[in-house]
């Protein structure tokens, strides 16, 4: 008896469970179920694509569901899984076809957040989940017009997103509920960010309590605590929510993020349904603790283990660090592990140290200030999380500190760790070695 | 009782412990000997310096002497130690005079390697350890026109001096005794580098018997068995190796890699004495074995942690990676641990995976390939090595892998290490990440 494979969602998580499966067991039917257009479609790039430094949408697309079939996959696009039954073995589409299982991925990926504004919920407001969200704000642009734009959030889609705007030459303006840029980042470093973007032109406003959105085809305003916005569009970046009804429906156990909780197997609590990618939890390796990450290369990597362990395999999922990273026209940005206020929350006693170093050799041309922060707890000294932010070197060392933090280094080794030195990529005492010693005085 | 410390040598290793041993114990009285004109000097920029992209050569004084005397810290120039009676406690400079010490570092470095090849003992031969060394070369080239020369060496300042010169316009042949550049490499990794040097019109010639060398101060030329060339200038880069005759004759023990033997705390076998630098020999992270690892950076750390404990704590050198970079035109070339010979030699079972992967998102525009080599133990997966070429993105991920063997980290745990994602900064699947899953495939 042939087994089968129900995958539902196509965005990165399922595909990627989908192909690794059907890999490691070539005997099993597998359908990818998704409900929108597109299938394995990397979503990160997106806002290059709207900006104009990625020409074809194409390019975005990690396989096509000709490459799905040739491989034995079957692909349902514009298809939607609208009922699983655990107790029979089946899921249901739209159409009312009933499809028995033998495993299923639940992939259903995540949505954008749209908090209760009146006017937000306009088709006329946008908002950047996926490539047909692009393909919107991309044909809107492309198709009349955009002398203003108004980007509600500050978080990276609203970062990328006005960057993608200045790269078009729109006035770009963004309106944020919070104080800073990138929440998670120190207030030190958040004010590097709410710089680089007046630097390039975009007005950056704080603070704002929205009061109302109204937008049509040809013009959109937003209206807050103190004033009214006007622009020609108006996109909403905040922030997105794990994407969960049919989960809940079904009996799936959802966790405290209000994400579907698994175990390290991707086993969500009901038998032979696994779960993956941004509509699950994971497990934080530095706080120990659930955390919602909705990141496109976790997603993959989930998918991957879910795929492997129902192609007979026996593989694990270790859990994540938060790591991240986002341009922001010349800035590098990235973070791992936790920052004061997680570190605090999970029972840590956090000392945090930040200093500002050269990216290059003092004497070698062309360095840059690399601004750095690590955080350690106190009593052992153990590392935390870093914060990393300059235009050049930020991103590969904070992949330095996630080694780091995967292996519970302290700050106190960090100081010494072995790395390269050559003039053109640093300096003698590595920014990594300077931050280390700082944070190292204050243990 | 004021107590003395005197420093044998004035490089990067001498500096740093006399620096940090005055701010640890302020009451101690410090001397630094220095037998040539330079003190606290980075000798990695100084092919810079010699190519033009340094244009002063004060950028690479970490320290000046007047800095050093402002910290209560007394420099001797062109004072060389000539003899040490450990019995006595005593050092003796050439004027005759002689110096009681508390504590000795030995830090005398390294010199240029000079074999027994008929005329390369030439005062005109050029060599390049030293800032003075890099001031003699940067003279000659200002002084009188150099349109060609030979470059004896294919080690990093072989290579680094191609570079500079090629900048500076001078036609450059890179005769080499080997086979292939930057003997670490592995063979596949060594030809890009060759291939860089003829793409940017340095002619390299591999596997020459040197017979002999001739040059005064307007020419030179090196004969090999095949043929002779013919240039301005020649600069012998064939190595270094500790300078250790005074240690020698000290008593302080000398390893099997010919270097001075210190413990963790950089305590030679001779009481009251250090050493830390070139002339010292490191335990090697990975192999446990002793390596000669002649690197700035090592020096720097060194130095520290013998200043610490002359100073009263109580620190540990950990022991080195073998991290290395280096830049080639427009190759990163970055490396840590061991390589296939030196982790067989090491009692490893190493298997061995290259990848080529893109430095960046596939969408996204302006990616290079990034050539990653992992090499790991068959039977447990265990790191043992990475090797990195490519444009972009080599150092950084180099120094993750350097993390991960400092910490004994499986492939198996780094194709699942939760490293930054965005699309400018690397694909969804991290190099890496890729170049873990080829490795592990294998075990």
Chains 1, 2 share one sequence.
């Not at 922030?239 to 994400?259: F, H, K, N, Q």
């Not at 909780?261 to 120990?288: F, K, P």
């Amino acid at each position: 008896m042939t087994e089968r494979l129900i995958v539902v969602g196509g965005g990165a998580g399922g595909p990627s469970a989908a192909a690794k499966a059907k890999r490691e067991k070539p005997s099993l039917d597998v359908h990818i179920f998704e409900r929108g257009p597109h299938v394995s479609y990397a979503a990160c790039p997106t806002p290059y694509y709207i900006g104009g430094r990625i020409a074809d949408a194409d390019a975005m697309i990690a396989r096509t569901p000709e490459r799905f079939a040739r491989d034995g996959i079957e692909v349902h696009l514009d298809q939607e899984i609208t009922a699983i039954d655990p107790e029979a073995g089946t899921a249901t589409d739209a159409s009312g076809t009933r499809w028995a299982y033998d495993y299923l991925v639940y992939a259903a990926g995540a949505h954008s957040h749209r908090p209760p504004i009146p006017g937000l919920d306009s088709p006329h407001v946008y908002t950047l989940k996926d490539l047909r969200d692009a393909q919107r704000i991309k044909q809107r642009l492309d198709a009349r017009p955009v002398r203003r734009a108004l980007v509600m959030g500050a978080g990276y889609i609203a970062l990328e997103m006005a960057e993608a705007l200045r790269e078009r030459g729109v006035q770009t303006t963004i309106l944020h509920g919070g104080e800073r840029p990138l929440r998670l980042l120190a207030p030190e470093l958040s004010a590097l960010l709410a710089a680089e973007l007046e630097r390039n032109g975009v007005r950056y406003v704080p603070g704002v309590v929205f009061q109302g959105v109204a937008a049509d085809e040809q013009e959109a305003s937003v209206t807050t605590d103190g004033e009214t916005y006007a622009g020609d569009i108006v996109i909403a970046a905040l922030g997105v929510r794990p994407t969960v009804d049919l989960a809940r429906a079904t009996g799936i156990a959802l966790g405290e993020t209000g994400a579907v909780v698994t175990n390290d197997h991707q086993e969500t609590n009901l038998e032979r349904i696994y779960a993956a990618g941004d509509c699950t939890e994971v497990r934080h390796r530095v706080s120990d603790c659930p955390a919602y990450l909705p990141l496109g290369d976790i997603a993959n990597k989930q998918g991957r283990v879910a795929g492997a362990n129902i192609g007979g395999g026996e593989v694990r999922f270790p859990g994540a660090l938060g790591s991240q990273s986002v341009k922001l026209f010349d800035l590098e940005v990235a973070l791992t592990g936790l920052n004061d206020e997680q570190a605090a929350r999970a029972g840590f006693s956090p000392v945090a140290a930040q200093v500002t170093a050269r990216s290059r050799a003092g004497a070698y041309p062309g360095g840059q200030p690399l601004h750095v922060r690590l955080l350690a707890e106190k009593t052992s000294g153990r590392l935390l999380g870093a914060q990393l932010v300059g235009a050049e070197g930020a991103v590969g060392r904070t992949n330095v500190v996630a080694a780091a933090l995967d292996r519970c280094m302290s700050v106190i080794e960090l100081m010494a760790l072995d790395l390269c030195y050559a003039p053109p990529y640093s300096p003698v005492w590595d920014p990594l070695h300077i931050a280390a010693q700082a944070c190292a005085k204050r243990l």
